[in-house]
């Protein structure tokens, strides 16, 4: 799938977003709605149908916003290579929006809403999705403002970009692969955390990774 064609669909799902954003502002509940959960799938936050509808609104927003500039830079690359793997990132970060987009509304307004529960399998599921797609995906990105590890030393070695990135890559897609696994037996909040904590150490280790290689690559810029 190329650039034009993600674009495309990423005006269409900010476009759904949008009217789903103003069908709550209009007609969504009266009474506060949840709008955050802790770990246990109990609501520890309310607010109302306006914060939603605005929460909403912004993701279809940024979700415009990431999808253009990504087909900007995928464009402009004279790689072949790097701009297949830009497109293919745009077509993930389209349908993470889309995804956490339809669980906040789901959280917010679905049937278990009124009793200020969610059912937590849902969010192991879904960051064992995410977690798979970003992992197939950012080994395969160049360069860029949006996706992939956008450290300081990344952006001064070519060499440190690529192996951090690939690193994450590993790392989330097998993370993603095992939370799909354990979701078989392992509680589902316990999960949740689980996953949220093994994604802050890959993004940990894929930091640490950039600086490791950026200094002793011969090539790297200096700052």
Do not use: C
């Not at 939603?52 to 790689?79: E, P, S």
């Not at 529960?117 to 080994?139: H, K, P, R």
């Not at 011969?218 to 700052?223: I, L, R, T, W």
């Amino acid at each position: 799938m190329n650039t034009t064609l993600n674009t495309r669909l990423a005006l269409a799902v900010s476009l759904l977003i949008f009217a789903g954003s103003a069908w709550i502002a209009l007609k969504g509940p009266t009474t506060p709605v949840p709008l955050h959960f802790d770990f246990q799938g109990n609501a520890d936050r309310f607010g109302s149908r306006t914060e939603l509808a605005l929460t909403l609104g912004g993701l279809g927003l940024i979700n415009l916003v990431v999808a253009y500039l990504t087909a900007h830079q995928a464009k402009a690359a004279t790689d072949p290579v790097r701009r297949k793997a830009l497109a293919n990132g745009q077509l993930v970060s389209v349908l993470i929006m889309a995804g956490v987009a339809l669980m906040i509304a789901w959280a917010a307004l679905g049937p278990q809403a009124a009793s200020g529960q969610y059912n937590m399998v849902g969010s192991a599921l879904f960051l064992s999705g995410i977690s798979i797609l970003l992992g197939a995906v950012l080994g395969k990105v160049g360069p860029n403002a949006f996706i992939g590890v956008k450290t300081p030393w990344a952006y001064k070695s070519r060499l440190a970009w690529d192996k951090s990135n690939r690193l994450a890559g590993r790392l989330m897609f097998w993370l993603g692969v095992a939370g799909l696994v354990a979701a078989l037996w392992v509680p589902a909040n316990i999960l949740t955390g689980a996953l949220v904590i093994g994604l802050l150490g890959a993004a940990g280790l894929s930091v640490f990774e950039s600086w490791r290689v950026w200094r002793n690559d011969p090539e790297a810029q200096s700052f």
